[in-house]
């Protein structure tokens, strides 16, 4: 080599802190430069995993997956948890649709996405961020959909008279929900199907005919007729994707 020309070497550093001390040497003497690095592996591997829970008591549960939106019910407390594999120094930053996000040096955060008696369903769109100081920004999107929860059932049987044959009752809810499926065994071995049947957990041993329910009001009729005397006992369920009653 040329005499006072530069000298180059290649070396590949593990993630971390690292000294490198470099020294030249000629017949009359040495010289040592020590030198502070410090080396990331860039966000390769970018994931996120999203869960809830309603109380202290219950345990996390996933999302419920519904035509690629995640569906959480109303006022229950969501957390997302951002990772990666290989990347080092990582930092993420999370946004929950309702106002800017925070950026945390942590893996995650959690919201509570409240919604009032009257609203039944809102729509948000989680966004979360991961980068360190070599690596390009990656982002993951994920639309939300927050279900107003059924609560607060009451069946009423304002037949006149407990010896008819033809009944009418009556099926509330305090809080209506959002895409409610009504479901109604009347203990004579028929059973019926009202509102939303995608919202109801399984219905292939309901042979009643699917009856169109007042969806939108707090209270829903429905009819049946008895062709035999007897005690009957009738058993109702109010669900949608998120509670059932």
């Known amino acids: 080599t040329q005499y006072n020309a530069p000298q180059q070497v290649q070396y590949k550093f593990a993630a971390g802190d690292h000294i490198v001390n470099i020294t030249c040497v000629n017949r009359l003497n040495s010289f040592t430069n020590e030198t502070f690095l410090h080396s990331f592996d860039p966000v390769t591997d970018f994931r996120v995993n999203i869960r809830y829970k309603c109380s202290e008591e219950e345990g996390w549960k996933p999302g419920i997956e519904r035509d690629e939106v995640l569906v959480f019910p109303s006022n229950c407390v969501i957390n997302v948890t951002a990772y990666d594999q290989f990347g080092s120094n990582v930092s993420y930053r999370f946004n929950f649709?309702?106002?800017?996000?925070?950026?945390?040096?942590?893996?995650?955060?959690?919201h509570k996405y409240l919604l009032t008696d009257e609203e039944r369903q809102k729509t948000f769109v989680i966004s979360v961020e991961a980068f360190n100081r070599i690596s390009s920004e990656k982002f993951v999107r994920k639309q939300v959909a927050v279900y107003q929860r059924v609560a607060g059932?009451?069946?009423?049987?304002?037949?006149?008279?407990m010896m008819k044959q033809v009944h009418t009752?009556?099926?509330?809810?305090?809080?209506?929900?959002?895409?409610?499926?009504?479901?109604?065994?009347?203990?004579?071995?028929?059973?019926?199907?009202?509102?939303?049947?995608?919202?109801?957990?399984?219905?292939?041993?309901?042979?009643?005919?699917?009856?169109p329910a007042s969806i939108g009001k707090t209270i829903t009729q429905v009819t049946h007729t008895y062709k035999e005397p007897g005690k009957y006992q009738v058993i109702v369920w109010v669900t949608n994707l998120v509670t059932t009653s």
């Open 97 to 110: 649709g309702e106002k800017d996000g925070d950026t945390h040096t942590g893996q995650y955060a959690s």
């Open 153 to 161: 059932l009451k069946v009423n049987d304002n037949t006149p008279g």
């Open 169 to 211: 009752f009556d099926i509330e809810t305090e809080i209506e929900g959002f895409e409610k499926c009504i479901q109604i065994d009347y203990g004579d071995g028929e059973r019926e199907i009202h509102g939303y049947q995608s919202s109801c957990p399984d219905h292939s041993d309901f042979t009643g005919k699917a009856v």
